[in-house]
């Protein structure tokens, strides 16, 4: 059949719109694409996804947020991060990240003690939060704790020989200060000797192994503050007995000896009185905390007495330690035979007990409020460490972030977002060995037999015409 002239010029034509069409299809799609963008997570247990209480906290944060990560040029880690922080800047675009090599800024690196696994700085609206490992808990964490804004006073009693939160000495508790002074949090350090009571707008008191004992007076005032509900952070030493009265009122008892740990020699610590953790006990300051812990010269505590607290074990030593009363030199050994007593062993609870109007403590104006909202649970912490806040020890692995969620958690800012970890679901196939020969023999030698004779049969048929 012959087709005309014209014909052909009208099929030219409908191909001609037909591709223009086309063309100006694509263009359109590729404009839409670029301007606006749609995603879809199909995994099963949505791991390429926020979670609704992280996006929930975005939506709380209208200013930029902005994320400093020092890093070495680990290209690996470092796309694993950006994938993380990509999931929020999704959700909110004026977040931003930033890596920076540690080797680069070694003045930086010493500002912030920048350890070799590198740090993360999350800032927003001129607070910040450090941290040592990322993930989508500890970085929403992260998020909720520097939008927080309100200023909180905690008292640091002196006149003892305590450690001070504004001292510069290696035992002082300084460069922990400076921590709570940037997270808008007010570390007051008061001598009872001239103070008539407790300051009222004091969120919690701390008690940091006094090496005198207290006055009868001040000793009063600090148990009516326990007596009317108020907040405590207690740390003691090995063979300090000067606040043995106020655990006597908690319900505990330090035991003799120092605390010896012969899995630190693990670790590169060859004296034993260092006490490791590693392996945290469930409570809300430990929440998806995962680094270790360092403890110089920790003295092991006992719950002797059942009182109106409940206490929770928050601390506890390996099971290869135990309880030295002898001098820490040379080899030691456990003696069975004496005082010291083997571990696991506890060194630091956790305490609380509700509160009443008859045993709440309470102030004037707005903390009165917060009180009634807040304080309805006494919280109490003892530590028979007071060396691991110090400025010598504080920047040993995760202290301070242990420290900081000590303080949290007893000024009642413990609102910790408990994000479960999403597995990557197993991509493992287990056959049983005849599936795997049907498999096998199916792929190997079926299939191509099979497309063997369809092309034979093919070009037989094609042959005979």
Sequence with gaps: MKISAHKHRQIRLKNGLFTLVLICLLGTLAWLSARYSTETDITRNAGNSLSAASKKLLDSLPDNIVITAYIKKDTALRSQISQLVTRYKRHKSNLSLTFINPDS???????????????????????????????????????????????????????????????????????????????????????????????????????????????????????????????????????????????KILGLRQLPGTLVDSKSKLYGINDPSFVLASDYLPHPITQGFQTITVYPVTSALLNVEETDFQPVELLKSAAQSWTETGPIEGKIVFDADGEEKQGPLVFAYALTRKLDATNSKTGSGQDSAKTSTKSAEQ?????????FLSNAYLG??????????????????????????????????????????????????????????????????????
């Design 105 to 247: 800024q070694p003045e930086k690196t010493r500002e912030l003690n920048i350890e070799a696994a590198g740090l993360f700085l999350v800032e927003y609206q001129g607070r910040t939060e450090k941290l040592n490992f990322i993930d989508e808990s500890s970085l929403t964490n992260a998020l909720l704790q520097v939008a927080n804004a309100d200023e909180r006073w905690v008292t640091f009693l002196s006149g003892h020989g305590e450690r001070t939160p504004d001292g510069i000495a290696n035992f002082d508790l300084g460069q922990f200060g400076k921590e709570l002074e940037r997270r808008k949090i007010k570390a007051l350090a008061s001598n009872l000797a001239t103070l008539p009571a407790i300051p009222d707008n004091s969120a919690l008191l701390v008690l940091s192994a006094p090496a005198v004992p207290f006055l009868s007076g001040e000793l009063d005032l600090v148990k009516r503050h326990i007596q009317q509900g108020g907040n405590l952070l207690l740390m003691t030493d090995p063979g300090n007995h000067k606040l043995d009265d106020l655990l």
């Design 379 to 387: 919280r109490i912490v003892v530590v028979g460490d007071g060396d």
């Design 396 to 465: 040993n692995v995760g202290n301070m972030d242990i420290g900081l969620r000590m303080i949290n958690w007893l000024i009642h800012d413990d609102r910790f977002i408990n994000i479960p970890t999403k597995i990557t679901t197993d991509k493992s196939l287990q056959l049983s060995p005849i599936a795997i020969g049907i498999i096998g023999f199916g792929f190997l030698i079926a299939i191509p037999l099979l497309l063997l004779g369809t092309g034979v049969y093919i070009w037989r048929k094609r042959k005979q015409r």
